[in-house]
């Protein structure tokens, strides 16, 4: 909802935190736990390293082993041994280097570089006003100019730091739930009906514990920066909390209380949730697959055995987010309206990006939503803004690309 991170709210579920070591060159078979991390996500979601309910996990931050020592006979005495040692620790600090690196770029990319399309992806979800749906990435560049020329390139990354805050409040909400229940933070690869259907309870009651700061954080990335004060760093708890025991800046009264924004919340954090683990899940097997027929485990190199390491992972997160994000966005944007509701926000003009409108809708609940765009703005009202999707997904995957093919040429040069 990242997300971002939603992924969505990430962060989600992005990239995942499914972590499978692989043999040099190759996938070897994972005996470790599967926690595919983030419900919401939409936005942010291939967070690496780290792994949590709120976003797409990339690989992991730790590197596979270098090689071992090669043996070397006795009578080469001590001054032989010491140089395969060395060189056995330069190549493990070299793959070290190379996984946070590519790691990092994955985090940068998904949680910074695509933020402005997050921030003009929301503000045309909750713009019923709006004539133009910007299906496509074409306008949504344009747009995006003219805001920046208006309110200065931080408009475009407004409301970041609340959407880490939501992101922290969740992993910290899992781990204390998870801590003090039975409730698994990862399912294993021998999974039980019952561990499963305990660990989807926990990422909803996850999404529903974060909420009121999600909503929060809604504001602060669709508000227009021509009409607010700058926002404090810890705004977003603040408000949060007074969204919580009714307190705080006074609303309007169409303002719709925390009981009837939690299914729909919960729904669509599980159902990203799902999505994104599934095919991230099946991206896995058939890239392992396909590595252990190309890269056999005896001819492989040190350069292919790092760029196998991660990247699989990082590509594997990038898909299912994607395909999660699609498939959930007209429930996001039925989501996001309700969040809006009452809050009293003025957005920018999508249409044109220079003038300010204000929210002034009134659903009832999730399903009179669903029918009166339905009814009002046919079926592409709820993909209004699914250009910006686009476009930080095209983003992402050139970061991605340009990455691998840097560390490829790095590597080679460096061994």
């Known amino acids: 909802m990242y997300p971002r991170r939603p992924q969505d709210f990430n962060e989600g579920l992005s990239s995942r935190g499914c972590e499978d070591v692989p043999a040099a060159g190759g996938y070897a078979t994972s005996t470790r736990s599967w926690d595919c991390s983030d419900p919401w996500i939409t936005e942010s979601r291939f967070r690496a390293p780290a792994a949590g309910p709120w976003g797409e996990r990339a690989a992991s931050a730790t590197p596979p082993p270098g090689p071992g020592p090669v043996p070397v006979p006795a009578a080469a005495g001590t001054a032989g041994a010491a140089a395969p040692e060395n060189a056995a620790g330069s190549t493990d600090q070299l793959n070290r280097f190379a996984g946070f690196g590519i790691g990092l770029a994955s985090l940068f990319t998904e949680n910074v570089l695509a933020h402005p399309c997050i921030v003009f992806r929301r503000q045309c979800q909750v713009n019923y006003h709006a004539k133009y749906y910007h299906l496509t990435p074409f306008t949504v560049v344009n747009i995006m100019y003219h805001f920046s020329k208006t309110q200065g390139l931080k408009g475009l990354w407004k409301g970041m730091g ?35 259907a305990g660990h989807l309870v926990l990422k909803g009651l996850t999404c529903a514990v974060a909420m009121p700061f999600y909503s929060a954080s809604l504001i602060e990335t669709v508000q227009s920066e021509i009409i607010r004060d700058n926002p404090g ?183």
């Open 162 to 196: 609340s959407t880490f805050i939501v992101q922290g409040i969740a992993l910290g909400t899992e781990s204390i739930i998870s801590e003090f229940t039975h409730l698994p933070r990862e399912v294993s690869h021998k999974w039980s009906p019952k561990q499963i």
């Open 233 to 415: 760093i810890l705004d977003c708890v603040k408000e949060g909390v007074c969204r919580l025991v009714g307190m705080g800046v006074p609303h309007s009264k169409r303002l719709l209380p925390l009981g009837v924004l939690i299914f729909p919340t919960v729904l669509h954090g599980l159902l990203h949730y799902i999505i994104s683990a599934i095919i991230q899940k099946l991206i896995l097997f058939l890239l392992r697959r396909k590595a252990s027929q190309q890269y056999p485990t005896d001819a492989s190199s040190s350069v292919q055995t790092v760029l196998d390491a991660y990247f699989p992972e990082l590509i594997a997160g990038f898909v299912a987010n994607l395909c999660a994000d699609v498939l959930v966005y007209p429930l996001e944007t039925v989501l996001h309206r309700l969040h809006i509701q009452g809050t009293r926000t003025i957005i920018d003009n999508t249409d044109h990006g220079y003038e300010v409108l204000p929210i002034n809708t009134q659903y009832e609940g999730m399903k009179d939503c669903i029918n009166v765009i339905k009814k009002e703005e046919g079926i592409f009202g709820f993909y209004k803004g699914f250009g910006a999707v686009l476009v930080q997904y095209t983003l992402h995957a050139a970061v991605l690309q340009i990455t691998r093919i840097i560390y490829s040429i790095w590597l080679q040069n460096a061994t």
